[in-house]
């Protein structure tokens, strides 16, 4: 089957741009005094924006995992020059696989995709990267429920315990969290019942009592859901019910995850032939989540390359780059995660799609510069201005941290829909 070329209808791609500028975007304006708060006219201010208010991450489940210590700071350099925030593991069933023997600790025997969420945070703070931990409670027995957990009568203890230990040692340093996970698709899939492990009543409410109670208050506590149920019309109605019920019943949800998989060619097939997850459809959703005024989260990402010739790299680093325009464009999201950052680095059954940024070496692939170019060049301010006679000078730039230059002095701001004037006094 040839694969089909992807753009976007003009419309389509005029509506992005204009949600990009009225959503990402302020007004700016910029006073210049000398000493004793006289205006500066006709001077020249450089304007340099070193941070993004806007989260752009991927799950770091490699990190530490090459055999040489060139391959591992290949990929922490890929990571840390695109993202600014990362997704760390804390899948019950790798984090305990002994009941009782927790692998916090940076020197914990390995496991595949799964570092040791001391390792992690310590490599994430040094690097200023905003961490999501992943997760805290899915009824999923392949990945996340414990091989040694038979009595599933004591889960509910369990899982209280486990959220406490966590949030004891973690809390602090990381402030984003996926509480519960997948709580809906599996239910979607009839033949998938045996592969769900029995819980306690009421438990997806339970979940976010555990996170509030044992998780610092200013911890944004989020929901998480898989592509089908997500985005697809049919199963849509549900993961919207079950956000009202639970905001209903008090449950501190801060936060709704999306996740955006196309797990082989045929998905990205289908997508190209227009069949499923088609821009305008992913509009009318997201407009849909936008009813219970929280941020949502695109938490998931996989899209793999059709094949492994230039065309495959190309088709992927288009569709990257308009749907990435798509949902940055859109006033609800607020944070946008690639899944897997290199190829070879997904779950067992994932890995065999190259839905990478990178190749198995580590070298950048065209959707990985397609990202690069959005995120670190056309979504970042950086310009020189010039004040009038009132010496005050505008512009308008992407929301974030930025750089006042001018004459050797300096003066740093954030730029925010709600904070957008700012003076530089000379010395």
């Not at 040094?126 to 091989?147: E, F, T």
């Not at 899982?159 to 004891?168: P, V």
């Not at 019910?241 to 008090?250: F, W």
């Not at 397609?370 to 010039?386: D, F, G, P, Y």
Request: charged letters at 25%; one cysteine or more.
């Amino acid at each position: 089957m040839n694969t089909p070329p992807f753009s976007l209808p003009d419309l389509l791609n005029v509506r992005i741009e204009t949600g990009i500028r009225e959503h990402r975007m302020s007004k700016a304006v910029v006073r210049i005094k000398d000493c004793v708060g006289r205006p500066v006219p006709e001077a020249t201010v450089t304007v340099r924006q070193v941070s993004s208010d806007f989260l752009f991450g991927a799950n770091i489940f490699m990190l530490g995992s090459y055999p040489s210590d060139d391959l591992n700071t290949r990929y922490e350099e890929a990571f840390t020059q695109l993202f600014n925030a990362a997704t760390v593991p804390f899948y019950w069933r790798d984090l305990e696989p002994e009941r009782g023997h927790l692998r916090f600790a940076a020197d914990s025997p390995p496991i595949p995709r799964r570092p040791p969420p001391d390792a992690v945070v310590a490599f994430c703070k040094k690097h200023g990267l905003n961490m999501n931990g992943h997760c805290l409670v899915w009824d999923y027995r392949p990945y996340s429920i414990p091989m040694w957990l038979k009595d599933t009568k004591t889960c509910e203890l369990l899982l209280d315990r486990r959220i406490r230990q966590i949030a004891g040692r973690y809390g602090e340093d990381i402030p984003r969290w996926d509480v519960l996970n997948e709580s809906l698709s599996k239910r979607n899939v009839p033949d998938n019942w045996s592969e769900i492990c029995p819980m306690p009543a009421n438990y997806e409410r339970l979940s976010f009592e555990w996170a509030a109670r044992f998780l610092p208050k200013s911890a944004h506590l989020m929901i998480n859901e898989t592509t089908p149920t997500a985005w697809f019309p049919q199963y849509r109605l549900s993961f919207l019910e079950q956000i009202g019920r639970l905001l209903n019943d008090g449950a501190k949800i801060d936060g709704i995850g999306l996740q955006w998989h196309l797990f082989s060619k045929e998905d990205v097939q289908r997508v190209l032939a227009g069949e499923i997850l088609q821009p305008e459809d992913m509009l009318r959703a997201l407009d849909d989540y936008q009813q219970f005024g929280l941020p949502v989260h695109i938490s998931e990402i996989t899209l793999p390359s059709v094949n492994h010739e230039p065309a495959g790299e190309e088709i992927q680093a288009r569709m990257a780059r308009d749907f990435y325009r798509l949902w940055f464009s859109h006033p609800a999201v607020h944070a946008i995660t690639w899944w897997n950052v290199p190829d070879g680095g997904a779950a067992t059954g994932e890995a065999k799609i190259a839905s990478g940024l990178l190749k198995r070496d580590l070298s950048p692939k065209l959707a990985y510069e397609a990202l690069r170019k959005l995120i670190a060049e056309e979504w970042r301010t950086n310009l020189s201005v010039v004040t009038d006679v009132n010496g005050e000078a505008s512009f308008h730039g992407f929301h974030g941290g930025y750089r006042l230059c001018m004459d050797g002095q300096q003066q740093s701001f954030e730029l925010r829909p709600t904070s957008n004037d700012f003076t530089l006094i000379l010395k």
